[in-house]
Protein backbone atom coordinates (compact mmCIF):
# COMPACT_ATOMS: atom_id res chain seq x y z
CA UNK A 1 0.00 0.00 0.00
CA UNK A 2 3.32 2.18 0.14
CA UNK A 3 2.59 5.25 -2.52
CA UNK A 4 5.45 6.19 -4.65
CA UNK A 5 5.31 9.87 -4.66
CA UNK A 6 6.21 9.83 -0.78
CA UNK A 7 8.54 9.82 1.75
CA UNK A 8 8.64 6.68 4.31
CA UNK A 9 8.19 9.19 7.18
CA UNK A 10 5.82 10.92 5.84
CA UNK A 11 2.42 11.13 8.42
CA UNK A 12 -0.23 10.14 6.36
CA UNK A 13 -2.64 7.69 8.29
CA UNK A 14 -5.23 8.90 11.05
CA UNK A 15 -4.89 6.14 13.68
CA UNK A 16 -8.26 4.46 12.60
CA UNK A 17 -7.22 3.80 9.13
CA UNK A 18 -3.53 2.55 10.70
CA UNK A 19 -5.48 -0.11 12.46
CA UNK A 20 -7.38 -1.06 9.73
CA UNK A 21 -3.98 -1.13 7.22
CA UNK A 22 -2.81 -3.44 10.10
CA UNK A 23 -6.24 -5.29 11.12
CA UNK A 24 -5.95 -4.23 14.95
CA UNK A 25 -8.27 -2.32 17.56
CA UNK A 26 -6.81 1.38 17.68
CA UNK A 27 -6.68 0.83 21.30
CA UNK A 28 -3.91 -1.53 20.34
CA UNK A 29 -2.02 1.10 18.59
CA UNK A 30 -2.32 3.30 21.33
CA UNK A 31 -1.58 0.66 23.55
CA UNK A 32 1.90 0.14 21.55
CA UNK A 33 2.72 3.93 21.27
CA UNK A 34 2.34 3.78 25.53
CA UNK A 35 4.91 1.04 25.72
CA UNK A 36 7.23 2.70 23.08
CA UNK A 37 7.41 0.37 20.33
CA UNK A 38 5.78 3.12 17.62
CA UNK A 39 6.34 6.61 18.11
CA UNK A 40 3.48 8.08 15.18
CA UNK A 41 3.21 12.07 14.38
CA UNK A 42 1.35 14.33 15.99
CA UNK A 43 -1.25 16.52 14.73
CA UNK A 44 -1.81 19.10 17.70
CA UNK A 45 -2.37 16.71 21.31
CA UNK A 46 -4.92 14.16 20.13
CA UNK A 47 -4.51 13.45 16.57
CA UNK A 48 -1.69 10.42 16.30
CA UNK A 49 -0.81 10.43 12.28
CA UNK A 50 1.03 7.27 11.46
CA UNK A 51 3.69 6.90 8.13
CA UNK A 52 4.20 3.98 5.95
CA UNK A 53 7.77 3.19 7.91
CA UNK A 54 5.14 3.46 11.51
CA UNK A 55 2.65 0.86 9.22
CA UNK A 56 5.63 -1.28 8.46
CA UNK A 57 6.56 -1.61 11.71
CA UNK A 58 3.43 -1.98 13.32
CA UNK A 59 2.98 -5.12 10.61
CA UNK A 60 6.70 -6.42 11.81
CA UNK A 61 4.66 -6.30 15.61
CA UNK A 62 2.34 -8.62 14.54
CA UNK A 63 4.22 -10.38 12.79
CA UNK A 64 6.21 -11.40 15.52
CA UNK A 65 3.77 -11.70 18.50
CA UNK A 66 0.78 -13.41 15.93
CA UNK A 67 3.58 -15.83 14.06
CA UNK A 68 5.99 -16.38 16.10
CA UNK A 69 3.97 -16.12 19.78
CA UNK A 70 6.95 -13.04 21.17
CA UNK A 71 5.30 -11.23 23.65
CA UNK A 72 5.78 -7.48 23.76
CA UNK A 73 8.93 -7.06 26.05
CA UNK A 74 10.33 -9.70 23.63
CA UNK A 75 9.24 -7.62 20.60
CA UNK A 76 10.76 -4.73 22.19
CA UNK A 77 13.94 -6.10 22.38
CA UNK A 78 14.22 -7.40 19.10
CA UNK A 79 13.13 -4.31 17.42
CA UNK A 80 16.13 -2.41 19.54
CA UNK A 81 18.21 -4.79 18.31
CA UNK A 82 17.16 -4.85 14.56
CA UNK A 83 17.13 -0.76 14.82
CA UNK A 84 20.54 -1.00 16.43
CA UNK A 85 21.77 -3.50 13.32
CA UNK A 86 20.04 -0.95 10.25
CA UNK A 87 22.04 2.16 12.69
CA UNK A 88 25.02 -0.15 11.88
CA UNK A 89 24.68 -1.25 8.17
CA UNK A 90 23.72 2.82 7.28
CA UNK A 91 27.70 3.58 8.92
CA UNK A 92 29.06 0.65 7.36
CA UNK A 93 27.51 1.69 4.14
CA UNK A 94 29.12 5.31 4.54
CA UNK A 95 32.10 4.50 5.28
CA UNK A 96 32.47 2.36 2.49
CA UNK A 97 31.14 4.73 0.14
CA UNK A 98 33.94 7.05 1.64
CA UNK A 99 36.39 3.89 1.03
CA UNK A 100 35.68 3.63 -2.65
CA UNK A 101 35.74 7.21 -3.05
CA UNK A 102 39.52 7.85 -1.66
CA UNK A 103 40.32 4.25 -3.57
CA UNK A 104 39.33 6.29 -7.22
CA UNK A 105 41.46 9.24 -6.29
CA UNK A 106 44.04 7.23 -5.68
CA UNK A 107 43.49 5.67 -8.96
CA UNK A 108 42.92 8.10 -10.55
CA UNK A 109 46.39 10.04 -9.45
CA UNK A 110 48.05 6.77 -10.31
CA UNK A 111 46.80 6.80 -13.42
CA UNK A 112 47.92 10.80 -14.14
Do not use: F, W
Not at 66 to 95: C, F, P, Y
Amino acid sequence: MRREDNNEDEPLYLIGVAARLCEVHPQTLRMYERIGLVSPSRIGTKNRMYSDADIERLRQIQRLTQDMGVNLAGVEVILGLLDRIQKMQDQMDTEIERMHKIMEEQLRRMEK
